[in-house]
């Protein structure tokens, strides 16, 4: 198990990139970029991507030489490998997340500004900010735990139809559907099922919405939520920063929670 790197060989911004990776977690993949000092924003949720300029102090610094094949095939058998469309970023690969219902999934969180494959999504959040910059949060009964508004997709429901009805239902806020932007989608790669899998879904997309009003009237009347707030950005970490998905969170509104490692 070790840290590997590619020779510098993929073109963009007008040089030469290699990818670092390791073929054991993300965590020890982390641990070395901070050592060496790798920018934060050069991290794309399984691989830092590193100017040719560094090759050689990386190879010198412990990372192991090998070929690009090579080093997706050790991402690949680690389990590690985090697919995305071409201009969607990758944010993190989270192993094992262990759900309400006893199911366990990989997560791969990916942000993309284009909405995920409309037949694959299968439920949908939304994060909900007012003109202050206060996030409404909803504590769910099932999951016991704080987050943003969102649900199962229903029947010849679209996505952003599920994320406003979960939004007027959870809270009490109408949002106009032309307010909704997509932020975002989480993936699950099931490793042992509870009732949560979907038989054709495994995305839940991610959306956020900006209202005008400053904290208006929140509606506590769904039996799944026990409690609904708005709360202010460092509230929010302070609930929710220790659950599988605050990455995309940070990555999201990175002005109020600047770039750090996973």
């Given at each position: 198990m070790a840290i590997w790197v590619d020779p510098p060989a993929w073109p963009?911004?007008?040089?030469?990139?290699?990818?670092?990776?390791?073929?054991?977690?993300?965590?020890?993949?982390?641990?070395?970029a901070e050592r060496v000092g790798l920018p934060a924003r050069g991290f794309e949720g399984d691989h830092y991507d590193v100017p040719e300029e560094w090759y050689s102090d990386l190879v010198a610094a412990g990372a192991h030489p090998t070929s690009s094949k090579d080093l997706l095939a050790r991402l690949q058998g680690a389990g590690l490998r985090l697919r995305k469309r071409r201009g969607d970023?990758?944010?993190a690969v989270v192993p094992q997340v262990l759900f309400a219902d006893q199911g366990v999934a990989d997560v791969d969180l990916i942000a993309a500004l284009r909405p995920a494959p409309d037949h694959r999504v299968f439920c949908a959040s939304i994060f909900v900010r007012d003109r202050a910059g206060h996030f409404a949060v909803v504590f769910s009964r099932r999951?016991?735990?704080w987050g943003p508004p969102g649900g199962w997709r229903e029947p010849h429901e679209s996505p952003v139809?599920?994320?406003?009805?979960?939004?007027?239902?959870?809270?009490?806020?109408?949002?106009?559907?032309?307010?909704?932007?997509a932020v975002g989608y989480e993936r699950f790669r099931n490793r042992r099922g509870g009732h949560l899998w979907h038989p054709t879904g495994d995305l839940m997309?991610?959306?956020?919405?900006?209202?005008?009003?400053?904290?208006?009237?929140?509606?506590?009347?769904?039996?799944?939520?026990?409690?609904?707030?708005w709360v202010a950005p460092d509230v929010f970490a302070q609930r929710c920063s220790t659950l599988f998905?605050?990455?995309?969170?940070?990555?999201?509104?990175?002005?109020?929670w600047p770039a750090t490692r996973r």
């Open positions: 963009a911004h007008g040089r030469l990139w290699s990818h670092v990776i390791s073929d054991e977690s993300i965590a020890q993949l982390h641990e070395f970023r990758g944010i999951r016991q735990e139809t599920t994320a406003v009805r979960e939004t007027r239902e959870e809270i009490g806020v109408e949002v106009d559907p032309g307010q909704v932007r997309q991610v959306f956020a919405a900006d209202l005008d009003a400053h904290r208006p009237p929140l509606l506590d009347a769904d039996p799944g939520v026990t409690s609904v707030e998905w605050w990455p995309l969170a940070t990555h999201v509104y990175a002005e109020v």
